[in-house]
């Protein structure tokens, strides 16, 4: 990093340091504000279920793509369900293009791990015949512009995109063809886990960081909150936090709730 560049992170990192002990933020949000969320109408692709979200300056999209295999040897009697995400290059200068790094992998599984741990999708749904033939969805979640909580960005547009998702019915027969109807069913959302994600700067949390609020940061955490209220996954990035610092941005997320739940129900 040349010394133009440390120096003017140096002073922002201080002077971002300097508002939070104040209990202020660049963007004079609240500590635990979110910024404007946004769901985009229209249709962007070719999915069977979508979503284009905005979370403040952050744009993610995201597609469910349906296709019919074979249920994994282990899970005779459940479908299969897979997540990706792509980092794209115009989203950010610190993204590169090629396979998908550890952050991009790191952030499916905080998607992927939510979903499955609050049964938002029932996977048993997805059979048409036990061990043999059953839907196979393909949750694809691009970043089009990195503004900073990514994790919540593609939580929410995730979970949109499942509950519009349509798939067609399908029969197989006992000569073993498979016969697709022109006759669709919804993709049944049973739960919306919702991901709150919290960076610790000095000894105050704030919700909802912003890209610059990442860079600063001294810890960084995702909690999923699902309907019930209750914690149905965590992921910790980097630093440190005692368990109060813990149980109160649990009990953050928990108010929280209520408000981005209903944002996915009305954009379903």
Not at 81 to 104: H, I, K, M, R
Not at 111 to 131: E, F, K, N
Not at 207 to 220: F, H, N, R, Y
Request: glycine share 8%; hydrophobic share 40%.
């Amino acid at each position: 990093m040349f010394d133009q560049e440390i120096l003017t992170h140096n002073l922002m990192k201080d002077y971002i340091r300097d508002l939070v002990e104040r209990g202020q933020r660049l963007d004079g949000r609240g500590l635990y504000d979110y910024r404007p969320i946004d769901v985009l109408s229209g249709t962007f692709t070719k999915a069977e279920g979508e979503s284009w979200l905005k979370l403040g300056e952050t744009q993610v999209l995201v597609g469910v793509k349906a296709d019919l295999g074979e249920p994994f040897p282990d899970t005779p009697d459940k479908g299969v369900f897979v997540s990706n995400v792509e980092l794209l290059p115009v989203a950010s200068p610190t993204f590169e293009p090629g396979p998908p790094d550890e952050g991009a992998i790191e952030l499916a599984r905080i998607v992927d791990r939510a979903i499955r741990s609050a049964d938002a999708i029932d996977l048993s749904s997805l059979v048409i015949s036990p061990g043999k033939l059953v839907y196979m969805l393909f949750l694809d979640m691009y970043v089009l512009d990195y503004d900073g909580n990514l994790e919540d960005s593609l939580t929410l547009a995730s979970l949109i995109a499942l509950g519009r998702t349509e798939v067609p019915e399908v029969v197989l027969k006992e000569n073993g063809e498979v016969e697709v109807k022109e006759r669709k069913r919804r993709l049944e959302l049973k739960d919306i886990p919702i991901n709150f994600t919290f960076v610790k700067i000095g000894n105050k949390m704030l919700l909802d960081p912003t890209i610059e609020e990442e860079g600063v940061c001294d810890a960084s955490i995702t909690i999923a909150i699902n309907k019930e209220g209750k914690v149905c996954s965590i992921q910790k990035k980097h630093g440190t936090f005692k368990v109060d610092e813990i149980l109160n941005m649990v009990s953050v997320a928990k108010g929280k709730w209520p408000e981005l739940a209903e944002i996915v129900r009305e954009a379903i």
